[in-house]
């Protein structure tokens, strides 16, 4: 091979080199530190999203239609059976595998039931995020407002934690209200009473009761 040719192809190899290792790192720092796991504040922007857009079409869809289309945001963005197991405490323990099951799939329809029910119109709202605060063991508290078309700002806050690679939504407080707290001390009240059964009876007759029209 004559000289000139050899350095040609040096030189080619060279900057070809160069191009690849740009292209590597132009990719490696267009995708965030922690993957391709969206941050917590994108997780509940992506779930209010969809509960604005099911507002706008709340008449059209029916409740059925609701419940269809938030099943799967919720099943998306909520950690349902981490939260199944919160709610009832020291009761989760006592009860066998197959009724564990059958409450965290309980607890997922009411839930979904809950919003398809009451994100039932639409009347200008909009969701804004505020803040995002790391807060200990891995967790991430979410600040947003729900700005009504009259102005009046309602606090939802949500607390997350992290599973795996992703961020899911464990708890709202609704204007200093917890979700989480108002839950757990209604079941393990009513478990502790009434027994687990009838905790199952009184949650299913609530998803009746919005699969109604009522409260």
Sequence with gaps: MRECDWKVREFLSKMLTRVFVFLI??????????????????????????????????????????????????????????????????YWNTLSPKEQALFVQTFQELSVATYASRFDGYDGEQFRVI????????????????????????QFNYLLRRVGETWRIINIVVDGVSDLALKRAEYTSLIKQKGFSALLAKMRAQISRYENGQE
Aim: glycine letters at 6%; a positive charge; charged letters at 25%.
């Design 25 to 90: 790192l132009a990719g490696l720092a267009a995708v965030p530190a922690h993957g391709f796991s969206p941050e917590p504040a994108d997780v509940v922007k992506q779930f209010q999203e969809t509960l604005v857009t099911v507002m706008k079409q709340a008449e059209r869809l029916g409740y059925r239609g609701r419940y269809q289309q938030l099943e799967s945001a919720v099943l998306d963005t909520h950690d349902i059976p981490f939260v199944a197991r919160i709610i009832i405490g020291r």
């Design 131 to 154: 803040a995002q605060k790391p807060l200990p063991r891995e967790k991430v508290l979410v600040e947003t407002r729900l700005i009504q078309s009259n102005g009046k700002q309602r």
